[in-house]
């Protein structure tokens, strides 16, 4: 139906800057909006940052005025830049999508997570 496929992900020092993508392809018809979670051990899944397809966009407190989030509605890809990171900022980073596929409705759709780790 829909893959996600995510890719920047990696190890950095505080202070440092990283930028996640995230490339949605499959039977889509449209799409809704895409955004980033994030999941630390032990920790629920949170909302980092998401975009809304016409433009909107959404973060948590925590990455404001740090992380950015883009989109390329050509390329159905997403993009998560992320600056001044923190250690507390480490965690699993999840790529979602809430798209139409035909024959299968709206649906949210996840990718497999990329690991960021902040650290010294």
């Known amino acids: 139906q829909v893959q996600l496929v995510e890719s920047g992900g990696g190890l950095v020092q505080p202070g440092g800057s990283l930028r996640l993508s995230c490339a949605a392809s499959?039977?889509?018809?449209?799409?809704?909006?895409m955004g980033w979670y994030r999941q630390a051990p032990g920790k629920e899944r949170e909302l980092v940052a998401r975009?809304?397809?016409?433009?909107?966009?959404n973060y948590a407190d925590s990455v404001k005025g740090r992380f950015t989030i883009s989109r390329d509605t050509a390329k159905n890809t997403v993009y998560l830049l992320m600056n001044n990171l923190k250690p507390e900022d480490t965690a699993v980073y999840y790529c979602?999508?809430?798209?139409?596929?035909?024959?299968?409705?709206?649906?949210?759709?996840w990718g497999q997570g990329t690991q960021v780790t902040v650290s010294s």
């Open positions: 979602n999508a809430r798209a139409l596929v035909a024959a299968h409705g709206t649906n949210d759709y």
């Open positions: 975009i809304i397809w016409d433009g909107i966009v």
């Open positions: 499959g039977s889509i018809f449209s799409i809704n909006r």
